[in-house]
């Protein structure tokens, strides 16, 4: 047989004695083995002196026939470990493991037959005790000790947490059930606690210094079939919970109010908005340090946000609904139509007596025609047109504030009584047009 290919049923034999042991979850089994060989030994020893003695007889010829393999008992310091075949490839095998390690062994040959299932690939890879990392009962890496596993794992969990700031609370642990037991594996698989802590966090680029003939990478392909994880990834998920105290803004919300004071189409904000604020307690969990998820779990106003109150203009300039009195005056001290005095002439709209200055308002909606002095005898006047065929008309005026063009609203003020143009006396002069013709303005009010 060639050496490499002694040396792949060897590693075969090997991940077959591996996944025995790794069923073994205390070490009791592996000392009863232990014992079983001590006492086959003895067996053997005491099999080959009854040969020797009683070599002729016909009882010792049929047990020898028996014995007809030959085999190597393995000591190391002195204590027997157990056998292997009496192979040039396994023996060279074993030196390799033992050069590296600094173990000394020494072989016995014997002549005996072994059940096919007995596993020599074991003794050959120098079982020691040691402690396994699992993960949902599967292993994952071997180290030196219980204590050395468990160093490992803070260490890991340490390194995959996340760093919260100003965490008031906060828990770390492993997603999957994980847990250490102590186990015989062979030499080569143990790893001493710092490479075993990188190979669980880097296991695509972790190389273990000083072992040429390291498992790592078996031992990578082995882990491969139970993790799901890209290799770059870490070979744990350690889940974290942080709670924070985050102060945030709170939005404020727009109120639209109609406002028939501004024209259809315009908007003016009344009252600015202004976000409030707030204290959240917020859960955030992670997954080896990627936050996954943020739920507030708590939240106290600290201020209140002030709503944003924004006037939307209703007025398209026509005249709706009743209409309201020019000015707050309730004297008519000339009506409108014929007068019975002075000759009997028609006057176009009415006389409303009031105080210098009262303020004239748009009895209703409207667009201002015309505002500022008038030559024909109305003094400061507005005219407006209400829409539909209607216009108004305010004169003698002390002071007009509308403009030419200006969208009015009904009651809005556009001016203050006087007595400018040809008048006798402070007093408004009102009139409703339709269609250019006055009417009664009493009827529009
Ligand atoms: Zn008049």
Not at 67 to 85: A, D, F, K
Not at 191 to 197: E, K, R, S
Request: net charge positive.
């Amino acid at each position: 047989m060639k050496w490499k290919a002694a040396m792949q049923g060897v590693k075969r034999a090997l991940a077959t004695a591996r996944q025995e042991v790794q069923a073994t979850h205390s070490d009791g089994t592996v000392k009863a083995q232990k014992h079983l060989f001590a006492s086959r030994s003895r067996m053997l020893i005491a099999g080959a002196t009854t040969l020797v003695v009683f070599g002729g007889c016909a009882g010792a010829v049929s047990m020898h026939a028996l014995h007809t393999q030959s085999w190597l008992q393995v000591y190391r310091g002195g204590q027997y470990v157990g056998l292997v075949p009496d192979n040039a490839d396994v023996v060279s095998g074993m030196q390799r493991i033992a050069d590296g390690y600094n173990i000394a062994f020494q072989t016995v040959p014997v002549r005996t037959d072994e059940a096919p299932t007995y596993s020599w690939q074991k003794v050959a890879s120098f079982p020691t005790q040691a402690a396994v990392i699992q993960v949902n009962g599967k292993p994952l890496v071997y180290t030196t000790s219980k204590s050395s596993a468990q160093t490992v794992l803070q260490n890991v969990k340490a390194a995959l947490a996340p760093k919260v700031k100003g965490a008031t609370q906060e828990t770390s642990e492993f997603a999957d059930r994980v847990s250490i037991a102590e186990v015989s594996v062979g030499i080569e698989q143990i790893l001493q606690a710092t490479d075993a802590t990188r190979l669980l966090l880097h296991p695509s680029t972790t190389h273990i210094a000083g072992r040429a003939a390291s498992p790592v990478a078996s031992l990578l392909k082995a882990q491969h079939s139970i993790s799901t994880q890209s290799a770059a990834s870490p070979l744990l998920t350690v889940r974290s919970e942080a709670t924070v105290t985050k102060s945030v803004s709170v939005p404020y919300h727009v109120t639209y109010v109609n406002d028939n004071t501004l024209a259809t189409g315009d908007e003016k904000v009344v009252t600015h908005g202004q976000p409030g604020q707030a204290k959240e307690q917020v859960r955030e969990t992670f997954e080896n340090g990627v936050l996954k998820q943020a739920k507030v779990v708590s939240r106290t106003t600290v201020q209140q946000p002030v709503t944003e109150v924004v006037h939307r203009g209703t007025n398209s300039g026509v005249a709706s609904g009743n209409w309201v009195l020019p000015t707050d005056g309730t004297t008519i001290t000339s009506p409108f139509g014929y007068r019975s005095f002075g000759g009997g002439e028609f006057h176009p709209g009415i006389d409303i007596g009031v105080p210098m200055g009262t303020p004239i308002y748009a009895t209703n909606n409207g667009t201002v025609l015309s505002a500022g002095w008038n030559s024909g005898g109305y003094g400061n006047w507005v005219e407006i047109d209400n829409g539909n065929g209607i216009t108004t008309v305010f004169g003698h005026m002390s002071r007009v504030v509308a403009h030419s063009g200006q969208t009015v609203s009904k009651g809005e003020v556009i001016g203050y009584s006087g007595e400018s143009g040809h008048a006798t006396g402070p007093h408004l002069h009102y009139e409703v047009r339709v269609n250019g013709t006055p009417v009664d303005p009493m009827k529009y009010t």
